[in-house]
């Protein structure tokens, strides 16, 4: 089919119809509009484009549905009207081609408002075939990858990214009518901070140093506010070089915005009324529906500290607990494996984290973040251990992150000092020294909240999709040529050139065959199946398992836990098809109950472990058995 299309085109060349050749064609309506408001485009001329995506012929006449930026309508093209040579030409029309057709509204006897051409212009030939109608493109990994073709055969995935542009419009539009000012700081940098989180690096050639790419727009923000602005936001690009999951992408959408002479009360103020503001000016109302899950956004969120939510989920009263020795033991009582450094506020943190977080789906503000890891956040007079910090909870994810903004130099210079000691001692995320933002501090920072939100996590719930890359135009994928492509895909004339790849198995080592014989009743017992991963995330907590959501055919998710996050990352195997055992009982693995094993061929090269898991074609079924 595709070499059919590539000698049609040259045949159209040689016969003086390179539809390459044109430029422009003067679109004068569409089709929403012409369907919209029939009783004003009836009997009227009109000239409309697009991409051709059913075409149906019966004899002298033709049926071509076209989808333009604003929806599908109809076109209806007969030999007597359109003259043979231009009826020969819709003949050879394919599915994809992109068209210009003038003509005549009006609706059929079938009651389907139709343009009658009077003319048909191929506009550009599509050398690809499109998937097919019904069933689409579904396979979440080349959605990702070919975005384009996406968005022809999916529709509804255009209005993900149609609201998307009005939440982020609503979002400024919020801010502005707040007085806030919207300004630009750098994305490349010698100092990552703002944040704790590992940064990307690049070098300048000129200047000939190492630079980073931002992984928070805070501090320089905060020196605006030095310099005497008194409201100042940005939105944009934020890159951390860490895990990919459902909420994790490397580069993401966030926005900072930070407010002079008020608090984090008048942070937590404005972050539960914009997202009720955009809210009800996007969908119409302020409850939301989220994955089966009925939320309200309305203001006012629920407030809780830190200590009262560990002491409700957890059932630990941090307010008993002072010394350092008494916080480890207490986390290690309830099963939480704790390092011999981690302070009385580490360990809080790590036990909100574990026990808590996944409690908190209505709105909710969690303050008095221990001071350990709040590095930028003023201390809370009444406990100096704490923080004036909170972080807003929905749906057990974090949205938010505020603070009243350290003011003190010299706190701010010893905490940065504790950070640094930390990333010497092996913290990779830990906050980087900064002295100029110290000298900016020192020139004097007036008392200042300050908030973040990612903006990306806010579109995924307003949008009601399970994944981030779902709110991506362009996800972060792996390149296809560095993919270990295992399942059938079908022929990409694009890559037909392409060296076969040369593998050299000389330096590989496996272990010897079993010479023990196993009888087939008892080979026979274990349940091979084929699986499809709908969802694969990093474990929390851990260096080297990946969570991997099934479907095995049965229906119900299964979950799998396995430890290869050495060698693969949990984005490029969501859509993959694997194998695994599926009647082994539950194992419990950090806490999650692993129901099953995933198969992989292990084998050793010059000295190192290497992995592979076994991948099947796509076209084999959930629940496939093996034999």
């Not at 502005?176 to 300004?183: A, T």
Request: contains cysteine; hydrophobic residues 35%.
């Amino acid at each position: 089919m595709l070499l059919l299309r590539r000698r049609y085109l040259e045949e159209l060349r040689s016969a003086g119809k390179d539809p390459f050749i044109h430029e422009k064609y003067d679109v004068d309506s569409y089709s929403k509009d012409i369907k919209d408001s029939f009783d004003e485009y009836e009997d009227k001329t009109v000239k409309i484009a697009g991409r051709v995506m059913s075409k149906r012929r019966h004899g002298k006449i033709a049926f071509l549905d076209i989808q333009d930026s604003r929806g599908t309508i109809q076109v209806f093209a007969r030999k007597d009207v359109l003259g043979e040579e231009i009826y020969e030409d819709v003949k050879g029309l394919d599915i994809g081609d992109i068209i210009g057709a003038e003509g005549v509204v009006f609706k059929t006897e079938a009651g389907e408002i139709t343009v009658r051409a009077t003319d048909v212009v191929l506009l550009s030939k599509s050398l690809q075939i499109l998937p097919e109608k019904f069933h689409g493109l579904k396979d979440p990994d080349l959605r990702y990858r070919q975005r384009y073709v996406d968005l022809i055969v999916n529709p509804e995935v255009k209005d993900v990214f149609l609201k998307r542009t009005q939440i982020i419009k609503k979002i400024r539009e919020y801010l502005d009518n707040r007085g806030f000012l919207e300004v630009d700081t750098p994305i490349l940098g010698t100092v990552a901070g703002g944040a704790n989180a590992r940064p990307f690096y690049t070098h300048h050639n000129t200047l000939d140093m190492d630079m980073q790419m931002r992984i928070a727009n805070e501090l320089f923000l905060k020196r605006l506010i030095v310099g005497g602005f008194d409201k100042v936001y940005e939105m944009g690009k934020m890159f951390r070089n860490e895990g990919m999951d459902p909420k994790h992408n490397p580069e993401f959408t966030n926005i900072e915005l930070y407010q002079a002479y008020v608090d984090y009360h008048e942070m937590m103020s404005i972050t539960e009324n914009l997202f009720e503001y955009v809210a009800e000016e996007v969908l119409g109302s302020a409850v939301i529906n989220y994955q089966g899950t009925e939320i309200s956004l309305k203001a006012p969120w629920r407030r809780i500290t830190m200590i009262e939510a560990v002491r409700e989920y957890a059932g630990v009263d941090f307010d008993e607990i002072t010394t350092d020795e008494d916080a480890r033991k207490a986390a290690r009582e309830k099963g939480l494996d704790v390092d011999e450094s981690f302070t009385w506020g580490k360990v809080l943190s790590e036990m909100f984290e574990e026990f808590c977080e996944e409690h908190l789906v209505e709105p909710t503000f969690v303050i008095g973040h221990p001071v350990e890891v709040s590095p930028l956040a003023k201390r809370d007079p009444k406990d100096p251990r704490l923080t004036n910090r909170f972080e807003a909870f929905i749906n057990t994810w974090e949205f938010a992150n505020a603070f009243s903004e350290l003011n003190d130099p010299i706190d701010q210079k010893e905490r940065f000092e504790q950070q640094v000691a930390e990333k010497l001692a092996g913290d990779d995320e830990a906050h980087p020294m900064d002295y100029d933002y110290i000298n900016a501090v020192e020139v004097g920072l007036p008392p200042t909240g300050g908030l973040g939100i990612g903006v990306d996590r806010m579109i995924m719930l307003l949008t009601d999709q399970p994944s981030i890359r779902d709110v991506l135009l362009f996800p972060t994928m792996k390149p296809l040529g560095e993919e270990k492509e295992v399942s059938n895909r079908p022929a990409n004339p694009a890559r037909e050139n392409e060296v076969e790849e040369k593998i050299d198995f000389s330096k590989v080592k496996v272990e010897p065959l079993f010479e023990d014989m196993v009888d087939f009743d008892t080979f026979s017992k274990s349940d091979f199946r084929a699986v499809k991963v709908k969802n694969c995330e990093e474990v929390p907590k851990s260096n080297k398992l990946l969570k991997f959501t099934l479907d095995d055919g049965t229906g119900e998710d299964r979950i799998i836990l396995s430890g290869i996050k050495k060698y693969y990352s949990p984005e490029e195997l969501i859509g993959k098809t694997l194998i695994a055992i599926v009647n082994l009982p539950p194992r419990k693995m950090m806490g999650i109950d692993s129901c099953g094993m995933l198969l992989s061929a292990i084998h050793e090269e010059e000295g190192e472990e290497k992995l592979n898991l076994l991948m099947v074609s796509n076209r084999i079924p959930a629940g496939a058995k093996l034999y």
